[in-house]
Structures are given as C-alpha cells and as structure tokens.
C-alpha cells in the first residue's frame, strides 16, 4: 500500500467533486464531508498466556439521517481511524443508492485475527461491544461483518451486548449465523449482488454472460460467491488471486479454461490461503499477485481491499476489459479512476457494486422485527430486484446525462441523503 494513500481523503475528494455538480450549499457540505460521530477505545485482553494485551478499536457513525448507522467491523493490523470514516462514509452512500432507509457506519480493531487463539478472539469482541453499547444497538447503529469478521464474531458481539442491555435484540447485528437470527442468502449476498449488476451491466451492452470470462482480485467471502454465480450464469472465471498468510503476500491463480471454485476451497487454508503447491499440480499457474489484473477478459473484480487500483499499475488493465464491478470498498484510487473513464471501461462503482451485503443485512433486521424468517428463494429474489432497480437507474442518469456510473451513483445517493437531512431541518 502505497504510504500517501488515504481513504478518507479520497473519500472526500469524490463527495466534493459531486457536491459541486449538484451545487450543495455549504453546511450540507460541511455536515456531509465529517462522521457526525465516532468513537475511539482501548479493548483490554486477557491472553491465553495470561499476559493482558490492549487493542485499538473505532466506531464512526458518518450519517444517520436515512436511519440508524450501518456497516461493518473489520479487524485489520493496518486499520486507521481515516480508513474506518472511508468507509463509514461510503456506507451512507450505499445505503442510500439501493434506497434502504438505514445510514452509514464502520467499526475496526486494529489486530490480525490469525494471531489470536478463538478465546481471544471471542473476548476481543466482547470487549469491543462494551465499550461502545450505550451508542450501538437497533434504533442507532447496527454493525455486521467485514474483513476477517465473521458470523461467529457476530454472535458473540450479540451475546454481550444482549447481556449489558437485558434482553434480545437481535436487530443489533446483522450478519448473525441461521441459527441465531440470521437470514439465508447472507453469506451469498455481496458477491451475489456484484454478480447481479454485472449481468445488467451486460444486458445494457447487449452482452450475455455466457462465454464471457472474468478475472477477479481475493478469494474471501465476495469474490468466492461472486465467482461462484458468474459460473452458474455460464460465464468462465479465469484468474483469482488470494492472499498467501505464509509468505505475507498475494498470488493469482490463473487456469484459462476455467477455474473450479470448489476445488480452489477444498485446498485453502482456514486462514483463507489457496495451497499453491496443489493448485500447480492440478492445472493452476501460480503467477505473482498483481496478475489477476492484467488478463485478458471483459470482466474485472477487484474483491479485496481498498487502493489495489492504482495510477501505478491501471496500465495492465487489457484492452478487452468491458466491465469492472468493484465487489471491495475503494479498490481504485481517484489517478486510476481517471484513466478508467478515460478509457471508457464501464465501472460498477463500489458502493452500488457491494451493496447486496448490507440490503441483506437490511432484510435480515426485516425479518427478525417480524421474527418470522422468509425461504432463501425470497430473500435472494428481493436482493436481486432492489440490486436491479439501483443499477438501472444509476445506469440511466448516467446515459441521460453522460455522467460516469460512479458520478451518476455518487449524485443518487448523495441527493437522497442531503433530502434527508434537509427535511430534519439539519442544514
Ligand atoms: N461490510 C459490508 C459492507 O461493506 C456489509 C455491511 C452490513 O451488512 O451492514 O457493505
């Protein structure tokens, strides 16, 4: 990661560009630029070896005026505060381009979760909920998993927090295990929705999937799912890459007929590490990290991290990319964004890509108000509908107004939000 790179700031950067286009008055501006709140804490923990280690841990909640802040937590050793209001504020732009009447929020501990045994994990997460529960909870804000955050964390955070508050509220959290309040289809959802907007994107250019081949960046919860559609929809993925926890870096897979998602899982690790001694006996190249970006196909989804698009390396992209669906939080850089509209390559932005995570998030609070749990053939087939009418009208004021699909995105959701805050007499 390049040393500059600041999320926050570029998330600014889009929000002012934006701001000027639909001529925002500067205390709207002003208000929407800042998290309204955060929260910054020490989480003590007691190790196994009976040492007590403290960690650092964050909640911004950036904008509630659409409804209780919502996003993820993620534990990360590289987490900063300006990346958790990054996302924290795209989180608010999110919720509001696929028009789910929640805000937006983020929470981090900066830690490596595969340093850390199960109980530490499970008290680090308790720890993180008590010291931000009088400010989090259904009717304020409501977190979910993110990097290296899974269900199982989820439900420990719920359990404390069920505990300081005296009763069950498992709106709290979404992202929660079936068998604890959660939704089918959850886990599916990002890289299913990803997948969902491709297919329009595709329609719009009078393409189907079929035949089609992708190359995607990570092989965590997004991209596995994302893959595992496009296949289903006939498409070929040729390319992963995949963080390797042995050597501390990234690898892409590359298998030009076509990779096998079941079989890249059989042999990864529980750290989420692809075994590349097996992938090269079974037909896989293993070739360096950045590779995933530089395949020939029409369709590119970087599904990993935030600044993985860069001024740097967006001249690898090949001529044949058609599409590039960010399943990831800020994947490319403002520089590379540049060269991307420049080059007419038609971006599914982040924030309209990704967001099939948190409308389920959204529809798992649905159901657990009603406590009253839908088939996963509903809950998918409601995912698809809210992702498809968010894409098509972003879509549309792009082509109406000739605005890039990030801009279009940026002016939908940004527009609603201000309404909001206008109509609450905030500014
Ligand atoms: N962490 C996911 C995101 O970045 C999901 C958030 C949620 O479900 O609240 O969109």
Known sequence: MSK?????????????AVADKLQLDTG?????????????FTIPVTMDDGSV???????????????????????????????VRALATWMTWKCAVVDIPLGGGKGGVICDPHDLS?????????GWVRQVAPNVGPVQD?????????????????????KLAGGHFPGFITGKPVEVGGSLGRTEATGYGVIFTVREAMKRHGMSIKGVRASLQGFGNVSQYAAKLFIELGGMVVAVSCWDNDDQCAYTFRKLDGIDVEYLLSITSRFGTIDKEKAGENGYEVLEAEAWLEQEVEILIPAALENQITGDNVGRISEKVKVLAEGANGPTTPEADAVLKEREIFVIPDFLANAGGVTCSYFE????????????E?????????????????????????EYMRDAAYMIAIQRVATACHLRGWA
């Not at 979910?144 to 069920?162: F, K």
């Not at 406590?371 to 996963?376: D, H």
């Not at 509903?378 to 000739?402: I, N, P, Y």
């Open 4 to 16: 500059e790179f600041n999320a926050f700031e570029m998330a600014q950067r889009q929000f002012d």
């Open 28 to 40: 709207l501006r002003d208000l929407l630029r800042w998290p309204q709140r955060e929260y910054h």
């Open 53 to 83: 280690k403290v960690f650092k841990g964050f909640r911004v909640q950036h904008n509630d005026a659409r409804g209780p802040a919502k996003g993820g937590i993620r534990f990360h050793p590289q987490e900063t505060v300006d990346t």
């Open 118 to 126: 199960s109980r530490e994990q499970q008290a680090l997460c308790r």
């Open 142 to 162: 409501v977190p979910a998993p993110d990097v290296m955050t899974n269900p199982q964390h989820m439900v420990w955070i719920l359990d404390e927090y069920e």
């Open 365 to 376: 609070q649905v159901q657990c108000n009603m406590n009253f749990f839908w088939p996963k």
């Open 378 to 402: 509903e809950v998918l087939d409601r995912l698809d509908q809210k992702m498809t009418t968010a894409f098509r009208a972003v879509a549309s004021l792009s082509e109406e107004t000739g």
